[in-house]
């Protein structure tokens, strides 16, 4: 077996020695990459000073020569006389205020006069040696000549800074001739500004450079000096280090200024690296080493060196000013210096690297133990996965690349598994036809992130129709997509047939030609799933449509897998839920063609069986709707709208068990035929009989004369006995008037008057017409029978099956009388309103419960199971008087009271029906307002009826216009 090592201490002994050898390496590199970026900072520090003193220095020269050019064009030029180049001095003073740097402009004449303004400032260099009286600002040297061989005389005037003379005094010992001088010589050989070498001023002995320029006349020349004392503090503050020295070399090296220039010079002395310093390193290292290193900077780029000097080491920058390779800065800064900061990393890094590898020992073991555990959770998750106990909220993340890529393949894993599962849950629980092709459209587009999608069916004549459609999570309209056929084979959604899915590019054209003003035309990659039934049939195709891809067969296999997965399922549900739905369509037809062969059995019914639902589901809508009243609180579910739907349909199919005759029975004595057809065949035949006695009598007895006539008579009048007898019957079967007391008493008078009979009954029967008659004994013949009877085979006796036990299961309270028909003459005759017997009206009433019997042998789903009682209550009355289980207003559910409501009311306002006209819908209100108060129908229905709309929405729809005369709501609530 192989050795196996714990991984805590396989992690712990190599994050060790990673440790170590990095930390190490890290020591070292950081170090020279410190040490390297530190010295580049100092040359990025040398460039910027190198920069700040050469813009300073150029500032510096732009001002002045523009203070030379100044002077050289004005009328100071021009002035011979002392007094009047008096009147130039407040120029001279205002260009001095202008600028600090510059010190003094003046003016050198040709025959040797000279005209100067300089500023006096406190501190400044030689200033002492003027003796300016105090509040000095300024001090005007001139000197006069009165001929070219007459000595100077030279005069000091000294002002305040408002041009007061303070002091004016003769200074013999200025003997300045400025025609001696090199500014003025070099002035008159230039044409424009003449800038001269750094310098000690004559006056002050400072250093400093003088801009000269001749007049545009010749007679004299014009100069400003400028110092540049502010190069010093500019090179002391740009120093990188506090021990580096900078300083401006000019020409022959001559150092010009110095980072170092803290000391006072004395008057007379030249500006040279003895005076202001050079950098020891340079001064040390001799002649050949600074002239190496000055000559590389003609390039204009930095120079940096190192050089030694003792147990020293220096680093040397050094760069021409752009522009003007006459002048350089040189910086000497000391290496301990400028990696200072680098060793103090060092000397921490070292600290810390003895700090972590102390800690690491610790720290690997909590790493080991984390990834250990990691390891461990995504085991315990594989294992949960496998026994499809979910928990998608826990992401097991890690810092290892590869364990965090297990867990991230492991999460996705189970959010695949928990996705297919979730789908296939919710495709199998859902039960709208509709909704679940909407559910597999949003549930695809859900778990495989794409765009939209699109989901084709299988037509009967091989096209592909759309089904639903879904874009960036809008539907879209169907009506919209077109229908595909086999002439547009090139189609994607075409090509799925027989395949299991592809995976293709679609260009925006393509799309564009495809899905015209329908989907945006852009660049898509398409998921396409052929979806089949179990006898491999095409059911349709499933269109995905997800973003671009450069590779989308490689880069979209995940999802045609997914996709693939789950079109089977789709496949599978949408083949039950297809013959699921076809069912319901085949139920809803089935209950719709019982309801209309209800309605057509009988033209007293009319189209009752239809309209009845239409009413009922606007009831409900505006139940549903209101926000006010008793049912603003009452909703209903689809299932439960279903429910109701099918019991308004279904709520009058016990009648076709009812007899038509019944239904349809217009006079007293009509079975399957009008029985008063009988009777006047009787009559008949008793007046024939009648007539026949007479003429027997006259032929026996011989009568003539007035004997015979006095029998013609008896007989007219026995005829017209039969003929007012028979008016009479005839009257009372049609049941136009109620019947009286003495009608009753005349109808049996009726039925003592008999006919002779001489032919059997017992002929020519049907077997329970024989199983009737027999209950009595045949008579001899002939026999008379009376014209109007009520006799035993009149009666047919109800059989158990047609009986209604006390403890039935229904609840049926309904009174059943006693025998099934009677039909007896009298009977029948005596009815004392309308036309139906007893047994003939509880038949009527007895569609209620032979709707409920019927219904309750249907095997309805859990969710229907109401319809039975919802259908069989529609006469039942708040009251509790209805039938036919004599329930109240506490027992029957809003539901119930709409059906009941709406079967009323359409039953009054039916213009189909052969036995009335028309009820306009005044009328019909008026009468339902009643029922309303004796407890018939439910009050907040009716009253909903009519202040929702529904009364006249229906109104308008089934009622003829004369029907609708003016009615005012508020009347009927």
Request: hydrophobic content about 40%; overall charge negative.
């Amino acid at each position: 077996m192989t050795h196996r090592i714990s991984l805590r201490i396989y992690v712990l002994a190599l994050l060790l020695a990673l440790l170590m050898t990095s930390l190490s390496v890290i020591v070292v590199v950081q170090f020279n990459a410190t040490r390297n970026m530190l010295i580049v900072s100092a040359e990025q520090l040398f460039a910027r000073a190198s920069s700040n003193a050469s813009q300073s220095l150029n500032a510096i020269a732009e001002k002045a020569a523009m203070a030379a050019t100044l002077v050289s064009k004005s009328a100071l030029a021009d002035e011979t006389s002392l007094e009047g180049r008096e009147k130039s001095a407040a120029m001279l003073a205002e260009i001095l205020r202008q600028d600090n740097a510059i010190s003094a402009v003046y003016m050198g004449y040709r025959d040797g006069d000279f005209f100067l303004m300089r500023r006096i400032t406190a501190g400044q260099p030689g200033t002492a040696r003027l003796a300016a009286p105090p509040d000095s600002q300024f001090l005007l040297q001139t000197i006069m000549r009165d001929g070219p061989s007459t000595p100077s005389q030279g005069r000091y005037t000294f002002y305040d800074s408002s041009l007061h003379i303070l002091q004016d005094r003769i200074e013999p010992g200025y003997t300045f001739d400025p025609r001696q001088r090199d500014w003025y010589k070099e002035a008159i050989n230039t044409i424009g500004i003449h800038q001269s070498d750094p310098y000690v001023f004559y006056t002050t002995g400072e250093l400093g450079l003088t801009f000269s320029r001749q007049d545009p006349t010749g007679s004299a020349v014009a100069g400003a000096d400028v110092t540049l004392a502010q190069l010093n503090k500019i090179l002391e503050q740009d120093r990188p280090t506090p021990s580096s020295v900078a300083v401006i070399l000019g020409a022959g090296d001559q150092v010009i200024a110095s980072s170092e220039a803290t000391r006072e010079r004395a008057e007379g002395d030249s500006a040279t690296a003895a005076s202001y310093g050079m950098p020891p390193a340079l001064a040390n290292a001799g002649k050949q080493a600074l002239s190496d290193i000055l000559s590389a900077t003609a390039s204009a780029e930095v120079v940096s060196r190192a050089l030694t000097e003792g147990q020293q080491r220096w680093r040397i920058f050094a760069q021409a000013f752009p522009g003007s390779s006459a002048y350089r800065l040189v910086i000497a800064s000391p290496e301990s210096e400028l990696t200072a900061e680098a060793e103090r990393i060092r000397r921490h890094l070292l600290y810390w690297c003895i700090g972590v590898i102390a800690v690491s020992i610790a720290l690997a073991l909590v790493i080991a133990h984390i990834i250990a555990g990691s390891l461990r959770r995504l085991e315990s998750k594989a294992h949960d996965i496998g026994l499809l106990r979910f928990n998608t909220r826990h992401k097991n993340r890690s810092f290892i690349v590869e364990v965090d890529r297990l867990g991230l393949a492991i999460d996705k894993l189970e959010t695949t598994v928990q996705r297919l599962l979730s789908v296939s849950k919710a495709l199998t629980s859902e039960e709208d036809y509709t909704a679940l092709l909407d559910l597999i459209m949003s549930s695809t587009v859900e778990a495989t992130e794409a765009r939209g999608a699109i989901l084709y069916l299988d037509a009967t004549d091989g096209k592909l129709e759309p089904a639903c459609a879904v874009m960036d999570g809008a539907h879209v309209d169907i009506a919209r997509i077109p229908v595909l056929d086999r002439q547009q084979r090139q189609h994607p959604a075409m090509a799925t047939a027989g395949t299991a899915g592809r995976v293709s590019a679609a260009s925006r054209a393509e799309i564009s030609r495809w899905y015209p003003d329908t989907i945006a035309a852009e660049d898509f990659t398409l998921v396409r799933v052929g979806l089949s039934d179990r006898k491999g049939l095409r059911l349709g195709a499933l269109l995905l449509f997800l973003a671009p891809s450069e590779n989308p067969e490689r880069d979209r296999a995940d999802i045609l897998a997914f996709t693939s997965a789950i079109s089977g399922l789709a496949s599978s549900v949408i083949e039950t839920a297809r013959l699921i739905h076809d069912q319901r369509k085949t139920i809803f037809g089935m209950v719709e063609l019982v309801a209309s062969a209800i309605d057509q059995k009988s033209p007293y019914t009319g189209a009752h069986c239809q309209r009845v639902p239409v009413l009922t589901e606007m009831i409900a809508k505006a139940a549903i709707a209101t926000t006010e009243g008793p049912l603003k609180d009452f909703s209903m579910t689809a299932d439960e709208q279903q429910s109701l739907n099918l019991a308004a349909w279904l709520h009058d199919c016990g009648k076709v068990t009812t007899p038509e005759y019944v239904i349809d029975k217009s006079t007293k004595l009509e079975t399957i035929y009008n029985r008063i057809h009988e009777i006047r065949t009787r009559f008949e035949v008793a007046k024939r009989e009648a007539e026949a006695h007479c003429w027997r009598d006259i032929a026996e007895q011989g009568l003539a004369g007035a004997g015979r006539q006095a029998r013609l008579d008896r007989l007219a009048q026995q005829w017209a006995e039969l003929d007012a007898d028979f008016a009479f019957v005839a009257a009372c079967n049609t049941g136009a008037e109620p019947i009286q007391p003495e009608t009753i008493a005349r109808l049996n008078s009726i039925a003592g008057k008999s006919f002779t009979r001489t032919l059997s009954d017992r002929l020519g029967l049907s077997w329970e017409e024989e199983a009737r008659l027999a209950r009595t004994d045949a008579p001899a013949l002939p026999v008379a029978e009376p014209l109007l009877a009520d006799s035993p085979n009149h009666v047919i006796e109800r059989q158990e099956r047609d009986k209604i036990a006390p403890d039935n299961p229904w609840g049926f309270t309904i009174n059943v009388p006693t025998v099934l028909y009677n039909r007896g003459e009298i009977y029948n005759l005596s009815i004392r309103r309308g036309t139906l017997t007893d047994e003939e009206f509880y038949k009527i009433k007895e569609h209620a419960v032979s709707t409920i019997r019927m219904l309750d042998k249907i095997p309805f789903p859990a969710h229907l199971n109401g319809i039975r009682y919802l259908a069989g209550a529609h006469h039942e009355r708040m009251d509790g008087n209805g039938y036919p289980c004599s329930l109240d207003a506490r027992e029957l559910s809003i539901p119930a009271r709409m059906i009941a409501v709406a079967d009323v009311f359409e039953a009054l306002t039916a213009a189909d029906r052969p036995y009335r006209r028309a009820m306009p819908l005044s009328r019909a209100l008026s009468i339902m307002a009643s029922m309303r108060a004796e407890g018939h129908i439910d009050g907040d229905i009716f009253a909903l009826f009519l202040t929702s709309g529904a009364c006249l929405s229906y109104a308008r729809a089934n009622m003829k216009p004369e029907q609708i005369d003016a009615v005012e709501i508020a009347d009927y609530l």
